[in-house]
């Protein structure tokens, strides 16, 4: 870098010329765009390869009749008198199940009453006080710890959580399985299995998506009750053998073999139901032992709910199994970027990482908050990256402002950055893509872009 007259030069290492300091940049961003283009393989902006948010869901219009038909046929039921009384309990078990947390641990409740223990000696010190401590400490522990309320899914609690649960469980699973859908267009499953399948809102979201393709579908409740309400609405409200989707299989168990595997296999909202940890990674690992190539979890958008997939998550990725029956390796698909410790659980105040998809219900839009999970299964030789940027995942709302773009994101590098997109900075292409982007979407990172910016900071 030299100056000359009132005019400062460098010489461009692309061109090996001396061009004054203006055009230099130009020249040195110009490689830029095209690597932007080359990830958008012909797609517009508003529809870049990242996009995997849906517009507003609508039940399936099969399912609509269904669910309408099986509440007339139970209307003389005495549980039914009246719409504002089903209305009422579905909003309370709609908020019960939000709030419900895990049971705590025999392990945390043992350490939490040693801790009591010694904060109460401190405060009396006479040893002949050690019936009434200990009498202090069990009283403190049933007035502090959360008592877990398990909940029995008969006919009657099965009317109401359609009533709560089906159009917002859909739109959750229909958005996670979306995502698949739009990354891999050559997965197309033949056979699905869906743990804990309530009314069948898997099923219907598969089917949504992949059509006929499948060709079996299994899906496990312990409740009879509920399979035989979700085989209604397969059947039109009716008890006709006639389903909407043919083969659909209901079970009360998982299956016993462990080399019998399956395409897709989806736990949506029923590793929450499992009250402790050791039930809910016998759990995890048997569905990863069923799984072919996608195991997808989707639980409530709370804290709990998250922590739940990453113990799954966990589970999975660092945990070996005594018998392995499928070599294959697991690999993150969403929406994690990376394989690192979640960046959300290290950070205080802790904030779920959870998504939303707006979906109707009642004519009505209403909002679905979520969290997922998606696990594959790789070969030994890992896809190649790309060399010119990581992909990003949008983790909140993105905030559109004049000529910037303000963007939380989960990085591949395992950080979470606050990043504000500019044409002039990041190029037109990732401005454009940003501003029709939304939360849950992924984002490109170009490495040129963070090399530009680590030269502008020295």
Same mark, same amino acid.
């Not at 390869?49 to 517009?55: A, D, I, Q, R």
């Not at 007339?72 to 579905?90: G, I, M």
């Not at 073999?257 to 759990?283: C, G, H, K, W, Y």
């Given at each position: 870098?030299?100056?000359?007259?009132?005019? &400062?030069?460098? *010489?461009?290492?692309?061109?090996?010329?001396? !061009?004054?300091?203006?055009?230099?940049?130009?020249?040195?961003?110009?490689?830029?765009?095209?690597?932007?283009?080359?990830?958008? *393989?012909?797609?517009?902006?508003?529809?870049?390869?990242?996009?995997?948010?849906?517009?507003?869901?609508?039940?399936?219009?099969?399912?609509?009749?269904?669910?309408?038909?099986?509440?007339?046929?139970?209307?003389?039921?005495?549980?039914?008198?009246?719409?504002?009384?089903?209305?009422?309990?579905?909003?309370?078990?709609?908020?019960?199940?939000?709030?419900?947390?895990?049971?705590?641990?025999?392990?945390?409740?043992?350490?939490?009453?040693?801790?009591?223990?010694?904060?109460?000696?401190?405060?009396?010190?006479?040893?002949?006080?050690?019936?009434?401590?200990?009498?202090?400490?069990?009283?403190?522990?049933?007035?502090t710890t959360y008592n877990r309320t398990p909940l029995r899914y008969d006919e009657d609690?099965?009317?109401?959580?359609?009533?709560?649960?089906?159009?917002?469980?859909?739109?959750?699973?229909?958005?996670?399985?979306?995502?698949?859908?739009?990354?891999?267009?050559?997965?197309?499953?033949?056979?699905?299995?869906?743990?804990?399948?309530?009314?069948?809102?898997?099923?219907?979201?598969?089917?949504?998506?992949?059509?006929?393709?499948?060709?079996?579908?299994?899906?496990?409740?312990?409740?009879?009750? &509920?399979?035989?309400?979700?085989?209604?609405?397969?059947?039109?409200?009716?008890?006709?053998?006639?389903?909407?989707?043919?083969?659909?299989?209901?079970?009360?168990?998982?299956?016993?073999?462990?080399?019998?595997?399956?395409?897709?296999?989806?736990?949506?909202?029923? #590793?929450?139901?499992?009250?402790?940890?050791?039930?809910?990674?016998?759990?995890?690992?048997?569905?990863?032992?069923?799984?072919? @190539?996608?195991?997808? #979890?989707?639980?409530?958008?709370?804290?709990?709910?998250?922590?739940?997939? &990453?113990?799954?998550?966990?589970?999975?990725?660092?945990?070996?199994?005594?018998?392995?029956?499928? !070599?294959?390796?697991?690999?993150?698909?969403?929406?994690?970027?990376?394989? #690192?410790?979640?960046?959300?659980?290290?950070?205080?105040?802790?904030?779920? /990482?959870?998504?939303?998809?707006?979906?109707? @219900? !009642?004519?009505?839009?209403?909002?679905?908050?979520?969290?997922?999970?998606?696990?594959?299964?790789?070969?030994?030789?890992?896809?190649?990256?790309?060399?010119?940027?990581?992909?990003?995942?949008?983790?909140?709302?993105?905030?559109?402002?004049?000529?910037?773009?303000? /963007?939380?994101?989960? /990085?591949?590098?395992?950080?979470?950055?606050?990043?504000?997109?500019?044409?002039?900075?990041?190029?037109?292409?990732?401005?454009?893509?940003?501003?029709? @982007?939304?939360?849950?979407?992924?984002?490109?990172?170009?490495?040129?872009?963070?090399?530009?910016?680590?030269?502008?900071?020295?």
């Open positions: 870098m030299y100056l000359l007259g009132c005019r &400062m030069y460098v *010489k461009c290492s692309r061109c090996h010329v001396a !061009l004054c300091l203006k055009e230099a940049q130009r020249c040195q961003s110009s490689a830029a765009p095209l690597e932007q283009a080359d990830f958008l *393989k012909g797609a517009p902006h508003r529809k870049h390869p990242g996009v995997t948010n849906l517009k507003t869901v609508r039940l399936p219009e099969q399912l609509q009749e269904s669910k309408v038909l099986v509440f007339r046929a139970f209307k003389s039921v005495c549980v039914l008198k009246c719409t504002y009384h089903l209305t009422e309990r579905a909003h309370k078990l709609s908020n019960f199940l939000w709030s419900r947390k895990r049971a705590i641990e025999t392990s945390q409740l043992r350490e939490k009453a040693i801790l009591l223990e010694k904060k109460f000696l401190e405060q009396e010190r006479d040893i002949h006080t050690e019936a009434r401590i200990r009498k202090r400490v069990l009283s403190e522990l049933r007035r609690l099965g009317l109401v959580y359609m009533a709560a649960r089906l159009a917002g469980g859909y739109a959750a699973v229909l958005r996670a399985l979306n995502e698949i859908k739009k990354r891999d267009p050559l997965f197309v499953p033949c056979s699905l299995l869906d743990f804990g399948s309530g009314l069948g809102t898997c099923t219907w979201a598969s089917h949504t998506l992949w059509g006929d393709s499948l060709k079996e579908y299994v899906c496990v409740d312990s409740s009879g009750e &509920m399979n035989t309400l979700a085989e209604q609405l397969l059947s039109g409200g009716s008890e006709v053998d006639n389903p909407v989707i043919k083969q659909v299989y209901f079970r009360q168990f998982l299956p016993v073999s462990p080399t019998v595997q399956f395409d897709l296999v989806i736990a949506a909202f029923s #590793l929450s139901e499992l009250a402790t940890l050791d039930e809910r990674l016998n759990v995890i690992f048997t569905l990863w032992r069923k799984t072919n @190539s996608y195991l997808v #979890l989707v639980e409530n958008g709370t804290k709990d709910g998250h922590q739940i997939l &990453m113990e799954a998550r966990d589970t999975i990725l660092k945990r070996e199994e005594e018998v392995k029956h499928d !070599l294959r390796r697991p690999s993150m698909f969403a929406p994690c970027t990376h394989e #690192l410790p979640c960046p959300k659980l290290t950070k205080q105040p802790v904030v779920p /990482c959870n998504f939303t998809q707006f979906y109707y @219900s !009642l004519a009505l839009s209403r909002q679905e908050k979520f969290s997922y999970l998606i696990i594959s299964r790789s070969a030994e030789e890992e896809a190649q990256k790309s060399e010119h940027w990581d992909m990003t995942r949008l983790i909140a709302k993105v905030h559109r402002r004049p000529r910037h773009v303000q /963007c939380q994101l989960c /990085c591949a590098n395992g950080e979470l950055k606050q990043l504000a997109v500019t044409a002039h900075r990041h190029g037109k292409d990732m401005y454009r893509c940003a501003r029709s @982007s939304d939360w849950g979407d992924l984002l490109p990172m170009f490495h040129a872009e963070d090399d530009t910016e680590h030269d502008e900071t020295q």
